[in-house]
Antibody, heavy 117, light 108 residues
Framework: EVQLVESGGGSVQPGGSLRLSCAASGFSFTNSWMHWVRQAPGKGLVWVSRIKTDGTYTNYADSVKGRFTISRDNAKSTLYLQMNSLRAEDTAVYYC??????????WGQGTLVTVSS | EIVLTQSPGTLSLSPGERATLSCRASQSITNNYFAWYQQKPGQAPRLLIYDASSRATGIPDRFSGSGSATDFTLTISGLEPEDFAVYYCQQYGSSQLTFGGGTKVEIK
């Protein structure tokens, strides 16, 4: 069974940092591009970042560039998102997702990040 | 960044009716790299269509995608009760992937 299990969400003050993790199982993690997508409460989907199978290519939405860093550990089948300089507008459910370089074929259940003073 | 505009915002239909959802891009999508997703309340999204018209694994044939360049359409040929949900379009033809704002299909 394919599983993507996010962790690391929680409440943080503006300017703070969080590191999200996503444990993957049931599929070939090393052959999958991985993505982070977020969804603010009651709002639509927003793509955040993606990383190539071997970690040699990454890119980001303009709204998080320079503040967020995506990475992966293929030996541990784990995806990460380091989030620095957090803002209130970063408040959202963050989904770990797998796919090709573009479309997304599988999603985790998400982890909620709340940025508030 | 390519902006995707979905219309209508809400579609009120009865079970059995045909649903037509539109998504317009601010610029032409390379290679028709375009997808559609369904999301139900409290759930993660599910891929329906990729490459503009290819159905994902396990998706019923009442779902179909069409279009090219800047105009894309998702058609549900006869709505089943489980199809009432929010639908999102997405483009992956540029390095910055983007989603549309969503169309809610509700029971009339």
């Amino acid at each position: 069974e394919v599983q993507l299990v996010e962790s690391g969400g929680g409440s943080v003050q503006p300017g703070g940092s969080l590191r999200l993790s996503c444990a993957a199982s049931g599929f070939s993690f090393t052959n999958s591009w991985m993505h982070w997508v977020r969804q603010a409460p009651g709002k639509g989907l927003v793509w955040v970042s993606r990383i190539k199978t071997d970690g040699t290519y990454t890119n980001y939405a303009d709204s998080v560039k320079g503040r967020f860093t995506i990475s992966r550990d293929n030996a541990k089948s784990t995806l990460y998102l380091q989030m620095n300089s957090l803002r209130a507008e970063d408040t959202a459910v963050y989904y770990c997702a797998r796919g090709g370089s573009g479309y997304i074929i599988g999603w985790g259940q998400g982890t909620l990040v709340t940025v508030s003073s | 960044e390519i902006v995707l505009t979905q219309s209508p915002g809400t579609l009120s239909l009865s079970p059995g009716e045909r649903a037509t959802l539109s998504c317009r891009a601010s610029q032409s999508i390379t290679n028709n790299y375009f997808a559609w997703y369904q999301q139900k309340p409290g759930q993660a999204p599910r891929l329906l269509i990729y490459d503009a018209s290819s159905r994902a694994t396990g998706i019923p044939d009442r779902f179909s995608g069409s279009g090219s360049a800047t105009d894309f359409t998702l058609t549900i040929s006869g709505l089943e009760p489980e199809d009432f949900a929010v639908y999102y379009c997405q483009q992956y033809g540029s390095s910055q992937l983007t989603f549309g704002g969503g169309t809610k299909v509700e029971i009339k």
